[in-house]
């Protein structure tokens, strides 16, 4: 792949497909590694093209990482494989000279640097004015059934527990959850604050602040986000199981106001106006395909009998 006349390295795409193996839980090298990289190797593609239209605009404008700021970058790199003899196959594997295997980690810091400039000039630029009109013309986004406040109790099952362990904490939760019956918020938050065992927000009563439906969908079993998502403010779950233990709901709120939401409108705005940005770049971006996606990540040639 050529864009704007400047070369992609296949090392390049690999040391992408490594970073997409780990973060999917597989393991690089492996035939499910392999069928997977083929299955998201459009996106990977796009994810390329983003980066070096990153790159190329970073190094014209943005002052050159020193040698220090490389090998951090590349120590960092190199700690995300289980010890160094897999790193150095790696290395080995991309065929690339010191330099140029150094060059991919100085324009990736560029293009992050890039990249929060960017992001930065894009939230300097937001005005009073537009964040409102923002909120006014995307209100439903910050009601119910899209978004909720809710509060939590969560009783642990340490790893391991027996059945009887089991059993017992969520007799305990149940428990709770009966004393709980027609409770306000203010009881909800200091019983939260007293008992619940979910670390992050037990010293705040519970709070998790807004979620919308895809976060809790994203944090919870699709059960459990449902069962949260029928409450109606004031109203208290049952208890809900999943693999960290049982948990107790409660819905405190089901509009953000403008105060509430505005931080993340701010946020939303600023990722628009980079990928306006982007759309731009692309459209004037000379982009070659020398090899097809599909053609990366061929069928293994089976081994004659």
């Known amino acids: 792949m050529k864009i704007n006349g400047e ?37 990977m593609y796009d994810s390329l093209i983003r980066l070096y239209l990153i790159q190329q605009s970073a190094q014209a404008t943005e002052p050159e990482p020193s040698e220090e700021e490389i090998d951090r970058a590349i120590e960092a790199f190199k700690n995300e494989f289980p010890d160094a003899k897999e790193y150095e196959k790696f290395v080995e594997l991309t065929g690339l000279p010191v ?32 964040v409102r009109r923002w909120y006014e013309q995307h ?29 017992a904490i969520k007799e305990k939760a149940e428990h ?3 004393t709980l019956t027609g409770a306000d918020e203010e009881i909800f938050a200091t019983t939260a604050r007293e ?9 705040n009563g519970g709070d998790l602040g807004f979620i919308s439906f895809a976060a809790a969908q994203e944090s919870f079993p699709a059960g459990v986000a449902d069962s949260i998502f ?4 004031g109203e208290i ?16 709120d089901d509009e953000q106001d403008f105060d509430e939401a505005r931080k993340q409108i ?40």
């Not at 140029?100 to 992001?119: C, G, S, T, V, W």
């Not at 059934?145 to 362990?165: D, K, Y």
């Not at 779950?237 to 405190?252: A, E, R």
């Open 195 to 203: 008992i619940s065992e979910d670390t992050p927000t037990a010293p």
């Open 99 to 130: 330099p140029e295997y150094r060059l991919i980690f100085k324009n990736k810091l560029l293009a992050e640097r890039f990249q929060l400039r960017k992001l930065e000039e894009a939230r300097k630029n937001l005005s009073e004015e537009a």
């Open 139 to 167: 209100r439903e986004q910050f009601r119910a059934p899209n978004v909720l406040r809710i509060r939590t109790i969560l009783f642990r099952v340490p790893h391991g527990a027996s059945p009887e362990q089991r059993v």
């Open 230 to 233: 029928s409450l109606k403010k």
């Open 7 to 43: 070369k992609v390295h296949k090392s390049e795409l690999d040391l992408l497909g490594r970073n997409v193996l780990v973060k999917a839980g597989i393991q690089p090298g492996t035939e499910e590694g392999r069928r997977y990289l083929k299955a998201h190797v459009n996106n």
């Open 266 to 305: 701010e946020d939303q705005m600023v990722i628009e106006a980079f990928a306006q940005w982007m759309n731009e770049a692309r459209q004037k971006a000379t982009i070659e395909i020398l090899i097809r996606p599909e053609d990366v990540y061929p069928e293994p040639t089976p081994v004659a009998q």
């Open 176 to 178: 709770v959850r009966q």
């Open 237 to 252: 779950s049952p208890v809900l199981q999943t693999t960290m233990g049982y948990w107790i709901f409660m819905v405190t």
